[in-house]
């Protein structure tokens, strides 16, 4: 069966957009510096100590303007699946802080569309699944990333908040999908591709003959030694 990967669609996708976006909007509105590099380095404090509070795993390393945003692109966060999703948190405790400094509508509706993010996600651990509250929140998330969108555009910006192909994609995904083939877990390329690493270790040789047929046998018969 062909199914929309929630790795690609939403991890590497719409979800590292919304966070560069939130990051970019945070460091103009809360980060005090006189530079963007400078602001950076804030934020980058500030994301260390949301991993030390929330105990994360998967962490970025670094944080630079490059990450946020490459020059002439639209604001896309650089980092792998397991990161991004480890920072959708952060996207919410930024998002509040704002709203809480400037208690706008434009502030408003970033913070909602973070939560809408994070029940999105958070649908896929409920047992048993869910596919209305997961379609709903995934509804709502679009809904505020336009609103998001359309004001970026009437302020003559046509990089901030672009809503992306893989938007709709997403839409696919967590409205129609979950209805016809279930959790998106179900359809989250990120095992089939950690599997693949593994099986590339497994196969790694210092030296030796190197053929289909050795290499294939090497797999074969270390897989065979782990599983004992």
């Keep these: 069966m062909i199914a929309i990967d929630t790795l690609h669609a939403c991890d590497l996708g719409v ?10 909007e945070y460091m103009d509105t809360m980060c005090d510096g006189a530079n963007k590099a400078t602001r950076v380095l804030q934020l980058w404090a500030r994301l260390k100590d949301h991993y030390h509070r929330y105990g994360t795993e998967n962490r970025i390393q670094k944080l630079t303007a490059e990450m946020i945003q490459s020059k002439s692109k ?10 991004t999703r480890a920072l959708i948190t952060f996207a919410l405790e930024m998002t509040r802080a704002m ?3 400037l208690a706008t509508t434009f502030t408003n509706t970033m913070y909602r569309c973070a939560a809408s993010l994070i029940n999105f996600y958070m649908s896929f651990e409920v047992t048993p699944f869910d596919p209305d509250f997961t379609s709903q929140s995934c509804y709502d998330f679009s809904i505020l990333l336009e609103a998001l969108s359309r004001r970026a555009e009437r302020r003559g ?4 908040w672009r809503v992306k192909p893989k938007a709709h994609l997403m839409q696919e995904l967590g409205e129609y999908q979950v209805y016809t083939m279930g959790n998106p877990r179900n359809s989250w390329n990120y095992k089939d591709e950690d599997f693949v690493g593994w099986i590339a270790k497994l196969a790694k040789t210092e030296g030796g003959p190197r053929s289909a047929v050795t290499a294939a046998l090497k797999i074969l018969n270390r897989y065979r030694v782990i599983r004992q």
């Design 74 to 83: 639209a604001p896309k966060l650089k980092a792998k699946g397991a990161e």
């Design 157 to 160: 910006d046509d990089r901030r």
């Design 15 to 24: 979800s590292q957009d919304f966070l560069a976006n939130v990051m970019i």
């Design 99 to 101: 709203y809480q400094h």
